[in-house]
């Protein structure tokens, strides 16, 4: 009794008296309600009797909590000719304040509240069921109190969670003010500026590796479980637990690397709390670096962002671009507004199908909403083209105006100031100096003329690797090793979103375009 109360709990000890009862055993509330339950009802003992038909079980034990508090008894025991029924309250272990007989004060005999252990066994009843079913309440009420007990601390664990990925939602669609607001109720404070580190767990330890996380850095991190990928976990991270303090203790990404065999860490720059979806797409990036170094552990640092360079005419550009999204009026009130198919956009760019996960909604709602965002914009979101145009558009919007590199001169303008198109603000000065920079690791002799090729190839592909490994002649597992390749030479997630395929199709063509002006 005491081994299965210790190894396998309530279920076990319920299997095990059901059989010693040859019938049914199970723990019910207060209002008869059964919580948890083992075994059938067979019929009688005697084998020259007739088998009856099964005892409606539920109603035979309703009835007895019934009888049990209407007598205001401790126990219950009723027989209905082919079989009977005993009641037998479990120890209320949340109520101290009994007397020695056991009955609390507050109801007279201190069972309302406290659940039961019924058995339901034919007759005759065997010899000594009753003594064992007594002997067994303690050992069941310990079992059912912790097992309560975890219950309610799975619940806590799960809110809290689901809490921090809200507040991580909010930051990653831009609202910072609602993401303090309800970040005020957990712990701790969301710092700022911060680094955002994305550490992939080996198996199933994304839960150990939490707790490894919250013990290397004191609890002054955000540790939140990612709802896209299983595997992972996103930490914000203060600035002062990077590189600024060589003297101080290990910074956590480098602390988790070392701590736990199979974790991949990536970190990301240093950046103001309000862009954490910047510096989570810069620390995902990193991430695929680090899995192919031998320390498993990669910073981010290439490139800046490209809605940092495009000036005030790409800023006009993607309000233009953008105005009929943002002025959306949905027709019924269940239908998404304007900010709601905005965030739509933004996570289906960066998680592509996943985005079901990130935003928990239905694959034909993101499909609808996908459709709906196309014909407000006149974009066909089936195009790399125009994704990587929408892309930039949004990282524009989402980056604070005084960040953007003022316009110097340039010529590429309507007469209000705006940019005509794309192309235009792919030509300026700025725009071109960063696309050359995010090109120059594949550029020859460094990368050779068959990293671009395959690069162009599965751009033009839309990203997708049987077409491109059609189009340069090999096997798909051929094209996938050439991008995971690429991927270390770039330093850039290619072949899992976030991916960057909208940077890097906009810096071929902002190569293109100054080529053909």
């Not at 009994?98 to 004060?105: K, N």
């Not at 509240?113 to 310990?142: F, H, K, Q, W, Y």
């Not at 050779?448 to 077409?467: H, M, S, V």
Request: glycine share 8%; net charge neutral.
């Amino acid at each position: 009794m005491q081994r299965l109360a210790r190894n396998g709990g309530v279920a076990e000890l319920l299997r095990w008296l059901s059989g010693r009862a040859d019938g049914w055993a199970g723990i019910v509330s207060s209002d008869g309600t059964v919580l948890s339950a083992s075994g059938t009802v067979l019929g009688p003992r005697r084998p020259d009797a007739p088998q009856p038909e099964p005892p409606d079980v539920a109603g035979l034990v309703a009835e007895g909590v019934r009888a049990l508090k209407e007598r205001g008894a401790l126990a219950y025991s009723h027989d209905t000719g082919a079989h009977t029924v005993l009641l037998f309250p479990l120890h209320d272990l949340n109520d101290v304040r009994t007397d020695p007989h056991g009955t609390s004060p507050g109801n007279g005999s201190g069972t309302a509240a406290a659940p039961l252990l019924a058995v339901v066994t034919p007759r005759p009843v065997a010899a000594g069921l009753a003594t064992l079913l007594a002997d067994v309440l303690m050992p069941l009420s310990l079992r059912w109190a912790a097992e309560a007990v975890e219950r309610k601390r799975r619940r806590v664990d799960l809110a809290e969670s689901r809490g921090r990925e809200a507040v991580l939602h909010l930051l990653m669609t831009g609202q910072l003010s609602i993401a303090q607001q309800v970040a005020g109720a957990l712990r701790p404070r969301l710092p700022d500026p911060v680094r955002v580190c994305v550490v992939e767990c080996p198996g199933d330890r994304r839960d150990e590796v939490a707790r490894v996380c919250a013990g290397a850095d004191g609890g002054r991190s955000w540790i939140v479980r990612c709802p896209v990928y299983a595997r992972h976990l996103i930490i914000v991270m203060p600035v002062a637990d990077g590189p600024e303090h060589p003297e101080g203790p290990a910074p956590t990404d480098e602390a988790v690397a070392g701590l736990v065999a199979g974790c991949v860490v990536g970190v990301s720059e240093q950046v103001p709390l309000a862009e954490t979806a910047t510096g989570y797409r810069q620390a995902f990036h990193a991430l695929a670096v680090a899995r192919e170094l031998p320390d498993r552990h990669a910073r981010f640092g290439l490139a800046p962002e490209p809605a940092l360079v495009v000036g005030d005419a790409g800023r006009q550009w993607a309000d233009a671009l953008l105005t009929p999204l943002l002025r959306h009026v949905p027709r019924r009130a269940q239908d998404p507004g304007s900010q709601e198919l905005a965030a739509t956009a933004a996570s289906w760019l960066a998680f592509s199908s996943h985005a079901t996960d990130h935003l928990k909604v239905h694959r034909n709602t993101l499909a609808a909403r996908l459709r709906l965002i196309g014909e407000l914009l006149g974009l066909d979101l089936h195009r790399l083209a125009d994704q990587s145009a929408l892309d930039l558009a949004l990282r524009i919007r989402a980056t604070p105006a005084p960040a953007c590199t003022q316009d110097a001169g340039s010529t590429s303008r309507t007469a209000d100031g705006a940019a005509h198109d794309l192309d235009e603000v792919l030509r300026r000065p700025a725009v071109q100096e960063w696309a050359a920079r995010q090109l120059a690791p594949i550029a020859a002799p460094v990368g050779g003329a068959a990293a671009e090729d395959t690069l162009r190839a599965w751009l033009r592909c839309e990203g997708r690797l049987g077409p491109t490994a059609a189009e340069l002649g090999i096997s798909v597992p051929g094209a996938r090793k050439r991008l995971t390749r690429l991927e270390t030479v770039l330093q850039r997630s290619l072949l899992r979103p976030p991916s960057a395929r909208y940077d890097l199709w906009l810096a071929l063509r902002a190569r293109e375009v100054h080529a053909d002006w």
